[in-house]
């Protein structure tokens, strides 16, 4: 019952920023955790970070300092700001939605996606 469409993607520059929104849709947002992912060609897909229905933030350590992730739930979304953005961010960045309000951030264990939003860095 949750849909998810991510925007925002785009070419930047290493050492650029970029901010990309995860609108959603459907009952109990507030509740779902949510999570942003990636993948690259040839790369497994990867939890980036992940907001819990409480607001607690997890990273993976490549990001961390860097990107933060935040929800607006009165607007139905999920932010990723993305500072200091390298080539090796390059990927095609995914929402998904957990039904529960903490999550393992497991790609497995997450139950609705969104269709992506590719992020390209430039060196």
């Known amino acids: 019952q949750v849909q998810l469409v991510e925007s925002g993607g785009g070419l930047v520059q290493a050492g650029g920023s970029l901010r990309l929104s995860c609108v959603a849709s459907?009952?109990?947002?507030?509740?779902?955790?949510i999570g942003w992912y990636r993948q690259a060609p040839g790369k497994q897909r990867e939890l980036v970070a992940g907001?819990?229905?409480?607001?607690?933030?997890n990273y993976a350590d490549s990001v961390k300092g860097r990107f933060t992730i935040s929800r607006d739930d009165a607007k139905n979304t999920v932010y990723l700001q993305m500072n200091t953005l390298k080539p090796e961010d390059t990927a095609l960045y995914y929402c998904a939605a957990d039904r529960r309000t903490i999550s393992r951030w497991e790609v497995s264990g997450m139950d609705y996606w969104g269709k992506g939003t590719l992020v390209t860095v430039s060196s």
């Open positions: 907001i819990s229905g409480g607001g607690t933030a």
């Open positions: 459907g009952s109990a947002f507030s509740l779902n955790a």
